[in-house]
């Protein structure tokens, strides 16, 4: 039963960073990053690196698995647990059929011998009483001693002995038991057992909607549990990644990477005032924000690569990081497009007031998959600019105007098509123009609601961005609310020490309680 990671949700975390984010840029100012982070009990203090058993590193597999997986259940509201069926034409799906209908053939044979051979019988009602068992919450202590007491594997093979046992009976116990159990979305398929005849077929169908069952559980159980997760997540995952730490001690190593770019970006960015002021280049990285630091860093992670290993303390976040990576692409294709068609044919739809929604509900659906290898996005702009000359064309002639003559389509599919080229003036703007949107809203105090100014150009997509940015924000929040200190342990010594960035030592990365 494969773990089902949809996230259609668009509120899903901002609800939660409503009601645990509340980070300001006083958490990441210099006094508290040049604290004595041993007298925090929040502050992860620095030790030595050390060698790792197997052991070692399988409890922090098992520490980041669980981590991931309260994280999921905590932000996704749609988390799941889906039943999913192999392909039947794939390897393990042909493997599986093949062993299963082995097993159930056996069992056939066994029981239609003279006299029948019920030992695999028996096991199997023995596995089934234990599934049913696990169904029971405490206290269900009848129902307990029935099913324990109906399913008596020593009494039952003693009636095999005396060739006296009753399967169809045993199996009808266990149907009606499933039954009481069974969420109501089940009595369908209970009424389907009910109507099996053949018993080894019957079994078979048992163990499935069983399974069924197991899942249903396993998903109330994650909703019961998502309030409580979303009450102490800060508190839980911050914990269990110190137990990740103390068991491997390289775990924060690609995130002090992913800090020290972020350092050096602002360092370049700062090298024409640093040229031209004696003694600023000693000076330059204690003059730069931590906070600032972060904030760019969070922005690179929607340009990040993700064939690249994205940092630890961000790995429960990343598809929906490449996720919005992917709508922040589509809606900079979108702007470009709106921008190059207003340009260029502004007069002819100017009195079209739907004209912007009508370009989104063309380019959307082309644009999607944009993250995929096979995706050709040269394709999809030739096709975006051939349905928006389509579209300007219908909407003149509805007018009674002259449409677009045949230069004047081809310079505007030709610019559209354009947008691909590395360094486009258009497409460089729009990009600078979301980025400013970006670093503004995340210079916001977090229990800010409101959001910054759109910048010019972006109109046409200001409710989706303002979405996105919502989204992103509550992610940022939500993790600097929980990995703060290990941040604040990294830029201490990255910004505050004499040891350059590039010179510092793989320990700075190492924090334990």
Request: aromatic share 6%; with cysteine.
């Amino acid at each position: 039963m494969p773990l089902s990671d949809e996230h259609n949700s668009d509120s899903e975390s901002s609800r939660l960073s409503e009601s645990t984010a509340a980070s300001s840029d006083s958490e990441y100012s210099r006094q508290s990053f040049n604290s004595d982070s041993s007298s925090k009990p929040s502050s992860p203090a620095s030790s030595p690196p050390k060698m790792i058993t197997f052991d070692e590193l399988m409890a922090a597999a098992r520490n980041l698995t669980n981590l991931t997986l309260a994280h999921e259940i905590a932000v996704n509201a749609n988390f799941c647990i889906k039943h999913e069926d192999l392909p039947q034409n794939s390897f393990a799906g042909t493997v599986k059929q093949i062993v299963h209908k082995a097993f159930w053939d056996h069992l056939e044979s066994e029981l239609n011998e003279d006299p029948p051979e019920y030992e695999h019988a028996i096991k199997l009602f023995e596995e089934i009483r234990e599934i049913l068992l696990s169904f029971l919450t405490p206290g269900a202590n009848r129902i307990q001693n029935q099913i324990c007491e109906v399913l008596d594997t020593d009494l039952i093979r003693q009636q095999a002995e005396h060739n006296a046992v009753d399967i169809h009976g045993l199996a009808n116990y266990v149907i009606n038991t499933m039954g009481k159990l069974c969420a109501p979305i089940r009595d369908n398929d209970i009424k389907q057992l009910k109507a099996t005849d053949n018993i080894v077929e019957l079994l078979r169908q048992i163990f499935r909607v069983l399974d069924l069952m197991k899942m249903d559980m396993a998903n109330y159980t994650i909703q019961n549990l998502r309030p409580y997760l979303q009450r102490n997540l800060v508190d839980y995952e911050r914990t269990k990644f110190q137990e990740i730490l103390e068991e491997t001690p390289s775990a924060l190593d690609l995130t002090t990477e992913w800090i020290k770019d972020s350092i050096q970006d602002e360092l370049s960015s700062t090298s024409d005032e640093s040229s031209s002021s004696p003694g600023a280049d000693s000076s330059s990285k204690q003059t730069i924000s931590p906070t600032l630091v972060l904030n760019n860093g969070y922005l690179k992670l929607l340009q990040w690569n993700y064939h690249k290993t994205i940092p630890e303390t961000l790995i429960t976040d990343e598809a929906r990081l490449q996720e919005l990576r992917e709508k922040l692409k589509q809606l900079q294709i979108i702007a470009c497009v709106w921008l190059i068609t207003n340009n260029m044919v502004g007069a002819a739809i100017v009195d079209v007031p739907d004209f912007a929604e009508q370009l989104k509900r063309i380019s959307l659906p082309l644009l999607e998959g944009m993250n995929k290898k096979t995706f050709d996005l040269k394709e999809a702009l030739n096709a975006i600019g051939v349905q928006i000359c389509s579209k300007v064309n219908r909407s003149l002639t509805e007018r009674g105007l002259p449409t677009l003559d045949e230069e004047m389509q081809s310079n505007l599919m030709g610019q559209i098509a354009h947008i691909i080229e590395e360094n486009n003036p258009v497409c460089s703007l729009i990009d600078k123009r979301i980025q400013f949107f970006l670093r503004s809203l995340l210079s916001l105090p977090s229990f800010q609601k409101s959001m910054p100014t759109m910048p010019g150009g972006l109109s046409v997509i200001q409710t989706e961005m303002e979405l996105v940015g919502s989204q992103y924000a509550s992610i940022v929040n939500f993790n600097k609310q929980v990995y703060g200190p290990f941040y604040a342990n990294i830029l201490r010594k990255l910004l505050f020490r004499e040891t350059p960035v590039g010179k510092a030592e793989t320990g700075t990365a190492t924090t334990t309680s």
